[in-house]
């Protein structure tokens, strides 16, 4: 991933937000996850507030799929 920053998540808090994906994305159902994910990934990019940092993250998140 990119640096950490000093509100990055411990192991714990990935996990809760994994675990609390993985039963948003169940939740969603087969039909609208990826709808799903692109408004999580749209709300997150503008709490984010950095295009070039989103950018970033999206291709540290294709690698390796």
């Known amino acids: ?3 950490a920053t000093s509100n990055a998540l411990d192991v714990a808090g990935l ?4 675990d609390a994906l993985a039963t948003a994305i169940d939740r ?3 039909g609208k ?7 999580l990934a ?6 984010l507030g950095d295009t070039q940092r989103m950018r ?4 540290i998140a294709l690698r390796d799929l």
């Open 28 to 30: 969603a159902g087969e």
């Open 42 to 47: 749209l709300l997150n990019a503008n709490a």
């Open 33 to 39: 996850s990826e709808l799903f994910l692109v408004k």
């Open 15 to 18: 996990e809760d937000v994994y």
């Open 1 to 3: 991933m990119t640096h």
């Open 56 to 59: 970033a993250h999206i291709d």
